[in-house]
């Protein structure tokens, strides 16, 4: 299975690629300018979409990516990805505020920065959420379960308010009454594609870390394969730990 998965992943980045040049180009692009729904559809597939399928989609083929990941690996770092989770949200919540949205429209070249920025930042955020052999998570299972869960709630929190709003919440989208989709429906269905596209990325990784958490801790045999091993004939190495033990603990 595994040897299955590996040769499905350079596919996954492609994916990947081609999803970002579909939200970029026209007619997609185009539309973005247009439609609060479309526009919205465009901000969860780079924020979100996109940096999930290069990260696990990259073979990171090299020596260079192999020594980065080994450094990597030894210096374990809660105060790194925390960082990285506020930047990413930052950058999140940036592109998703009303002036921001508002320029991305009247200058259609900003949404080369957004596109930039958000996959960047979300490369960097899912690295430290799922397994990218050779770079494993820094940080514990919960952790990564909460670095999931919040980036989605606060993508989530600003659709709710888009989506209930009373008012044009974008006044360039503003358009007269009667002119193709209504405002409303056209900010419901925006919020409705966000709502999906974020929680399709981020859940699985929510439920998959917690569930392999509650079981490990649950294994009256996981504190056993933790201690090393004491027995065995002198001068012989030590085994070696499962990969990942170091970042599993």
Known sequence: MLSGLQRFRPWLAAV??????AVLLPPIGSLARHYVLVQALQFAVLAAAVPALIVLGTPWRGTRWQTLATARSHRPSTRRAG???????????????????NALVRYPALTIAEAASLIVAGCALWLELVDSPPFLPGISRPLRAA?????????????????????????????????GLGIAADQQIAAGLLWAI??????????????????????????????????????????RPPRGWRLSR
């Open 16 to 21: 990947g690629a081609a999803g970002t040049l």
């Open 83 to 101: 960082a990285i989770l506020i930047a990413f949200i930052a950058a999140a919540v940036l592109w998703r505020l009303p002036v921001a949205v």
């Open 147 to 179: 670095f999931a869960a919040l980036p989605m709630w606060i993508i989530w929190a600003s659709a709710y308010i888009m989506a209930f709003s009373h008012t044009v919440w974008f006044a360039v989208f503003s358009r007269r009454t009667g002119q």
């Open 198 to 239: 974020t929680g399709l990325c981020f859940v699985p990784v929510v439920y998959v870390s917690l569930i392999t958490w509650l079981r490990d801790t649950s294994d009256p045999d996981h504190e056993l394969r933790r201690v090393p091993q004491t027995g065995g004939t002198a001068g012989q190495p030590m085994p």
